[in-house]
């Protein structure tokens, strides 16, 4: 989940500068309607057992995964039902209303997960003002 | 009915992996795999029904397993439950029970229908939970079931997974 967490910036900032670099990954029953299997675990499918040996999963441009994981599909782990979760709780931290959506006192775990969207979120700007000629997302 | 994904914040749907309904652990290996790649794959689909909240690859083709509605444990319940172990000395089975009986708030199952009653008991560490008597009635289907599911409710509210 905390990959999951870290990605979702990135995958939605990806899906909007070249959307159909993602096509594949943007929904899963389509991916498994149309991929092999063996295709679907080359590309780190969550739902299929891993391959021995395959290349890193797809990660967005300037992505900085220190961790060099990639382990699993990133339109798998954007859509997991508690990133969802957590990026929509986000929407109403933004806004100061994390009480209401929650109904009651915000669970450790979700704040914990907004805090890690809003990290994502700022590595996200600072690559964004950083030329692709430095490694980052900005024009230069 | 549709089901109530994972969640850090409302009800989530839980299953029991030895439902009849869910697909059972394979016994022996097959030309191609050894046993324990097999058990191997069994419990990362049990894992990954988990994290999706799709059942399918682990559902029978035809039947439904019993869906239990569980409340996420806030972080001070999980530390009250860790507390008694260590300072209480209950064993991880009473622990699990107790967790179970927190986050329990019913179950959807063809079979049980409506047979089971969510009685509330007063306590002062956890405040109203299932009472014994709910546990001891799911012990006598399967006493795997509540130290289960109290174990997976226990690990959700522990950590983030690492994905």
Redesign the interface.
Known sequence: MIEGLRLLPWFHDEGRRDPESLAALKDCRTCMATQTEMTRRSMGCGFLPPLEARLPSWRPRAFPDESGAGDVCAGYLVRLPEVIEAARAYTHWSNGELAAFCGSLPPELLVISIEIIAGSIAELNVATMKPASQGGLGSG | MSLR?????VAYDDFFSADPAIVQPPKERTTEQSLKELLD?HA?KLV?AR????WE?VTVPGRTPARFKMQ?L??NVRREILDAIERRGIGSHRAAQIAFRVAFKGVTDPELGDTVKLELEDTDRYGKIAAIAVADFFDRIDPQIVTELGNEAVRR?S?????
Do not use: F, H, I, Q
């Not at chain 2, 994904?5 to 914040?9: A, D, E, F, H, T």
């Open positions: 994904p994972p969640s850090n914040v794959e990362r990954v994290e999706t909240g799709r690859d996420p806030t972080g509210a950590d983030l997974s690492p994905k």
